[in-house]
C-alpha cells in the first residue's frame, strides 16, 4: 500500500491528469471547511499559497541545488549532505548512532522521481525572499518538525548565503487527555477543531443561560460563541508553547483564574461601572490620575508593564506571557476594586478612580484582541 502510495504521489507531482482531478477535488473541499473555520477564529490572509504553488519550479530547484554542488545523487535520490563546517552536535545533516556520528541526509528528490517537504520549504523561501524581501520568516508547526527546518533552513543559508533574511521556526507542543497521551476521542479518534469548537460554544451557551434565564436566545447565543471560541483560543495561547498541556474543559471555561471568560468578565465589569457612571451624567474627560493607595499603586504599575508584556511576547514568540500579563492585571484590579471605593469617594478621588478603571478596561480590551479574542459589553 505504501509503494502504490508513493507511486501516485510521483504521479501526481508529474501532473498526472486523473489524479490531478481528485486532488482538486479533495483541495476544493478542504479550503471549503479551511475558510469556515478561518471565519469563526476571525482569521485572515493577505496572501495564501498553497503547497502546488510551487511545484512548477521544484524541477530547477533541484538542478540548481545540484549545479551548485549543494545536493548529490545518491542511491538513485538527490539528497543534502552535511558540509562538515560545523560542530556535529550543531549539524542538522548528521545523527549520533551508538556513539558515531552518520550521515543524516535531507532528500530533494526520491528514487521514484517525487518532490518532498524539504524540497516544497525551499521553493517557498526562495519565492517569499524574491517576491517580499523579508526581514524574518517565521515557521509555526508542532515540535517533531524541529529536525526538518533545521535542515532546510541550514541547506537554504548554503544555497542562499548572501540573504539578509532571518528564518524561525516556532514549534508547539502537544494538547494531552487525561491519560497523558494526545488528545482523542471517546471512540479513539483524532479531536477535529471544529468540534472542539462546538463543543466550547454549547458548553457556553448552558453556562450563560443558567446564569442569565433573562437573555434572548440570540443574545445569549452570541455570547456563548465569543466565550466558547475565545476560551479555545485562551488555553492554547496561555501555555507554554514549546511544552505539552493537558486538556480540560473545566479550566477552560472557568469564571475565575487564568482563563479567557475570567478576563472577559472583569472586562464587562468595568464596562457595567461605565454605563451606571454614564446615566449619572459623571464626565471623567482630562481626569488626573492619583494613585495613594497600595492597590491603586499596585495597578497603575501593573497597567504601564503592558508594554513590556507586549514585547516579551513579540521577542520570545511566547503568547503566554501576555496572557500571563492580563491574568495578573485582573488581579490587581480586583484587589484594587477591593480596597478602594470608587462611587462614594471624593469627586476627584472618585474620578481618578473611575480613569484607573477605564484604563483597565482598555488594556484588557487590547491584549485580549491582541491574542484574536473578542470581548463583550455583557456576560
Not at 344 to 357: F, G, H, T
Not at 359 to 374: F, N, Q
Request: charged residues 25%.
Amino acid at each position: 500500500v505504501e509503494d502504490e502510495a508513493r507511486l501516485e504521489t510521483a504521479k501526481l507531482q508529474a501532473g498526472d491528469d486523473a489524479n490531478l482531478a481528485i486532488w482538486e477535488k479533495v483541495r476544493d473541499l478542504s479550503q471549503q471547511q479551511f475558510d469556515h473555520i478561518y471565519e469563526q477564529l476571525g482569521i485572515t490572509f493577505d496572501v495564501a499559497l498553497g503547497e502546488s504553488f510551487y511545484n512548477p519550479r521544484l524541477p530547477g530547484l533541484v538542478e540548481d541545488l545540484l549545479e551548485a554542488g549543494i545536493a548529490t545523487e545518491s542511491e538513485g535520490a538527490v539528497v543534502i549532505f552535511s558540509d562538515h563546517k560545523v560542530e556535529p552536535k550543531a549539524d542538522p545533516f548528521l545523527v549520533n548512532r551508538d556513539g558515531e556520528w552518520t550521515d543524516f541526509p535531507a532528500i530533494i528528490r526520491k528514487r521514484d522521481g517525487a518532490s518532498t517537504y524539504s524540497t516544497t520549504d525551499l521553493a517557498t523561501l526562495e519565492y517569499r525572499l524574491n517576491t517580499w524581501s523579508p526581514y524574518e520568516v517565521i515557521y509555526v508547526t508542532g515540535a517533531p518538525q524541529q529536525g526538518h527546518f533545521k535542515q532546510v533552513f541550514a541547506a537554504f543559508n548554503r544555497w542562499m548565503p548572501e540573504a539578509e533574511i532571518k528564518l524561525t521556526h516556532v514549534y508547539f507542543g502537544s494538547v494531552l487527555g487525561d491519560d497523558g497521551r494526545p488528545l482523542k476521542t471517546r471512540s479513539g479518534e483524532n479531536v477535529k477543531l471544529q468540534e472542539l469548537l462546538d463543543e466550547a460554544q454549547t458548553r457556553a451557551l448552558a453556562i450563560v443561560t443558567e446564569k442569565n434565564s433573562d437573555y434572548s436566545p440570540e443574545m445569549a447565543k452570541d455570547i456563548a460563541r465569543v466565550v466558547g471560541i475565545g476560551a479555545v483560543k485562551y488555553a492554547d495561547l496561555s501555555q507554554n508553547r514549546a511544552t505539552d498541556y493537558t486538556f480540560s474543559w473545566d479550566k477552560m471555561l472557568a469564571t475565575q483564574g487564568n482563563a479567557a471568560p475570567y478576563l472577559q468578565i472583569q472586562y464587562t465589569r468595568i464596562r457595567s461601572i461605565f454605563r451606571k457612571v454614564e446615566s449619572e451624567g459623571i464626565n471623567i474627560e482630562n481626569a488626573p490620575i492619583r494613585t495613594v493607595e497600595p492597590s491603586e499603586i499596585a495597578l497603575g504599575k501593573q497597567i504601564l508593564r503592558f508594554g513590556e508584556a507586549i514585547d516579551i511576547a513579540l521577542v520570545d514568540y511566547r503568547p503566554n506571557a501576555l496572557c500571563d500579563y492580563l491574568y495578573e492585571l485582573a488581579g490587581s484590579f480586583s484587589a484594587f476594586w477591593r480596597d478602594c471605593p470608587v462611587s462614594q469617594a471624593e469627586p476627584d478621588v472618585r474620578n481618578s478612580r473611575l480613569a484607573l478603571c477605564e484604563l483597565t478596561a482598555s488594556v484588557l480590551k487590547k491584549g485580549l484582541e491582541l491574542l484574536g479574542i473578542e470581548t463583550l459589553e455583557k456576560m
